[in-house]
């Protein structure tokens, strides 16, 4: 059996009262004598919170009792009557337990705005003329592949860094325009793979999404979101000019980006699939997942998660790891001969195609200058990005490399 509330004394009084105030602190200030400018007490927060469940409770009773569901109510009327049942006025009530419905989803909303937005941009997209002779017929596909972009990072923050640094928009579009051109120079088929291996984004509020590790950025978050969106929509204005078919990968379970960097590639996703017919993205949330094209079986990992990997794959295969792929391998039964297990977040260009005899072992460079965080507790390093041409039985690379700004 439920106890009766020790307020329940108020109930006429509080009946009468909902009427003509909103506020159910006013209300309780007056019960208890509270003057309404002194400062609220135990007894008024403990008896406004039980005005605010009787005023519920009187509205879901009145809905009730014509079949209405209280959440979707957003206000009634209720007749005032005296003690001879004649109507002397009306009360407007609020309902506190509505809550406004959407008519439309996050989804739809943002095809909206995409199309919104794709209206103005088609006219700035200048087609390029495909030069044919370029195309090998004997090529499957190209890959391009880029990882630790890093989009926000500064990484000479106090000017002392021990090699300074640069890294901003202007220099993020210079980088860009050196991968359109060696994209370009190299092509050797009309299907395009691109793979970004993760840490797109620096960091949320100058932290990484495992939180703690402070980050020194030159971008706020929104300023981050719209310089990133925008490297990736270029790259494919460009390049959907010279490829008939392009797929992408963008691995969003990563150390650094985390939940930032899939809601980038999530608008970069829902805007470019809109605008292109002949382009497909993936957003790879797991932590390894695998695609296999043209019968070429590709593993794709950014290196290190966001929560539970503290050192995470290695940038030269040890025992354990070498297990943990052959492991994954007979789990999703890829019996390929051309298995390649690429990763970022080392920061190193080292391709192992001899300790495993079951796959292939790269690690990818950088797409960034190093941080202040790696210039001095490793190197200088080298930053850079591989484009690649597969065929039935070989691949070539094409590795490029960045010069050092400061």
């Not at 932590?287 to 503290?310: E, M, P, Q, R, S």
């Amino acid at each position: 059996m439920n106890q009766k509330s020790k307020w329940s004394k108020f109930d006429a009084q509080i009946t009468e009262l909902i009427q003509e105030y909103e506020s159910n602190s006013e209300i309780a200030k007056i019960l208890l004598n509270t003057s309404l400018g002194a400062k609220k007490n135990k007894d008024v927060d403990l008896l406004r919170t039980y005005i605010k469940r009787f005023r519920n409770r009187g509205i879901r009773t009145a809905l009730n009792s014509i079949n209405v569901d209280h959440k979707t109510a957003k206000h009634l009327w209720h007749e005032i009557r005296d003690e001879n049942d004649k109507k002397i006025g009306n009360a407007f009530i609020k309902n506190p337990d509505f809550k406004e419905q959407v008519e439309k989803n996050f989804d739809d909303v943002l095809q909206s705005a995409i199309k919104s937005i794709d209206k103005h941009l088609k006219d700035k997209v200048k087609p390029i003329e495909v030069d044919a002779l370029k195309v090998n017929s004997n090529a499957l596909f190209d890959t391009l592949i880029i990882t630790d972009v890093h989009i926000g990072m500064n990484p000479n923050p106090n000017g002392y860094s021990l090699y300074g640094g640069k890294w901003d928009e202007q220099e993020l579009n210079e980088r860009l325009e050196i991968v359109l051109n060696e994209v370009v120079k190299n092509q050797k088929s009309n299907k395009l793979v691109i793979f970004e291996l993760g840490d797109f984004m620096d960091g949320w509020d100058g932290e990484t999404v495992r939180k703690g590790h402070k980050l020194p950025q030159n971008m706020d978050n929104e300023k981050a979101f719209d310089v990133g969106l925008t490297f990736k929509i270029k790259l494919i204005d460009t390049l959907v000019h010279y490829f008939s078919e392009i797929e992408v990968y963008n691995i969003c379970e990563d150390n650094h980006a985390g939940s930032f960097g899939y809601v980038v590639n999530s608008a970069f996703k829902k805007f470019i699939e809109l605008r292109y017919n002949n382009v497909n993205v993936v957003n790879q949330r797991k932590f390894i997942d695998h695609y296999v094209i043209d019968n070429k079986c590709f593993i794709a990992t950014h290196g290190k998660d966001g929560h539970n990997l503290k050192f995470g794959f290695k940038p030269i295969l040890d025992p354990r790891q070498v297990e943990k792929i052959d492991n994954y391998i007979r789990e999703n039964k890829l019996f390929y001969d051309d298995i390649y297990f690429i990763k970022g977040d080392s920061h190193q260009d080292i391709f192992d195609n001899s300790t495993s005899q079951h796959f292939n072992y790269w690690n990818f460079p950088a797409f960034s200058p190093s941080s202040n965080w790696v210039q001095t507790n490793f190197k200088k390093g080298v930053s850079g990005f591989y484009f690649l041409n597969f065929y039935k039985d070989s691949y070539s690379k094409h590795p490029y490399y960045f010069k050092w700004k400061n």
